[in-house]
């Protein structure tokens, strides 16, 4: 009953936008030019001035009018911010309150605070938020072309890993953590493609694990990839060699008034080591010109210390990656 009453009062009065805004919008317009008036609407005003307009998915057309110059600027929309984040509030039924501004003007604002400058060429106007927006679509969509014979030195840190090893008689180990660094080097040979090879060492931290029971894991390994560059984003496949080290010490008492036990503190402690042959895989998204973020998978199959004890282990990482290059203003 309580969410049918909440629906009808949205239903009924509309939504965050509907609400809160009101039907005309107060645009503030000053310039630089002397004696000025502006026309909006077929209507004059002496600049500074204060205009009221309707909301509107439509451009407006203004005109700057001087003693020395005549000048035609457009105002373009955009939606605005009640529209897209007041109408969370309502919670549960905000895609009925969206609905619902759609069909309404008012979800659409101009710039409040218009300056026609007449020393600027630009006479499109727009909204802080649609500079905003294309400014972030700008950083999206920038590519960062690179040549052949690029040379990169990388970095990478380990934001989280996920381990999985098969022990065989033991059960097995699945653990997440964060710690890690790999170092490597990448070549490309042309502009959308390059080798990398990168040393790495990672081991899941817990600061908690080293007093009494604990279970460690350590893997060091290399690892040779052949990767793709598709504007911001790189992919790659290739082989790995691991060494991975997993001990595992247990420390309990029994009960003293158990006179069949003779004593009463014990320590037990597992080890395994393994060398490993596998599979790599990786994915990269580009923020900057050095920064980086992805997932790199590794996969282990042969184990060649025993070729007959070999089983699917896996290591996955959430990287950041800083790549530098020595040549890239040379070539």
């Avoid at 600027?73 to 759609?102: C, E, H, M, R």
């Avoid at 659409?108 to 020393?119: A, C, E, G, P, R």
């Avoid at 694990?209 to 984003?233: A, D, L, M, Q």
């Amino acid at each position: 009953m309580k969410r049918t009453l909440l629906l009808l009062i949205i239903l009924t009065l509309g939504s965050c936008t509907t609400i809160f805004n009101k039907k005309n919008h107060t645009l503030s317009i000053t310039t630089n030019a002397a004696n000025a008036k502006v026309k909006v609407n077929d209507s004059l005003y002496q600049l500074p001035a204060k205009v009221i307009v309707k909301h509107s998915k439509k451009n407006l057309p203004i005109e700057l009018i001087s003693d020395s110059l005549t000048k035609k600027y457009t105002l373009k929309p955009s939606v605005n911010y009640k529209f897209l984040f007041g109408n969370l509030l309502f919670l549960d039924f905000f895609p009925v309150a969206y609905i619902t501004d759609l069909t309404n003007q008012k979800r659409f604002s101009y710039q409040q605070k218009v300056f026609l400058d007449i020393n600027d060429s630009i006479n499109i106007i727009k909204t802080n938020t649609t500079k905003k927006f294309e400014a972030l679509k700008h950083h999206f969509t920038k590519e960062y072309p690179v040549k052949k014979g690029e040379i990169n030195f990388t970095v990478a840190f380990s934001l989280l890993t996920n381990y999985h090893f098969e022990l065989g008689e033991q059960p097995d180990i699945n653990k997440t953590g964060f710690g890690g660094l790999s170092l490597g080097l990448e070549y490309f040979y042309n502009n959308k493609n390059y080798f990398a090879v990168n040393f790495n060492a990672s081991s899941p931290f817990d600061p908690f694990e080293y007093f009494e029971n604990y279970e460690r894991i350590n893997s060091v390994g290399f690892g040779i990839t052949h990767n793709y560059k598709i504007k911001r984003f790189s992919i790659g496949y290739g082989l790995n060699y691991t060494r991975n080290y997993w001990v595992k010490h247990t420390e309990y008492y029994t009960d003293p008034e158990d006179s069949a036990n003779q004593h009463y503190y014990f320590e037990e402690t597992f080890k395994r080591t393994n060398k490993r042959l596998g599979a790599t895989l990786n994915g990269y998204y580009q923020f900057t010109s050095y920064l980086y973020l992805g997932l790199n998978y590794n996969q282990s199959f042969l184990n060649l210390g025993s070729p007959n004890d070999s089983h699917f282990d896996h290591v996955i990482s959430m990287d950041l990656v800083f790549k530098f290059s020595p040549n890239k203003r040379k070539l």
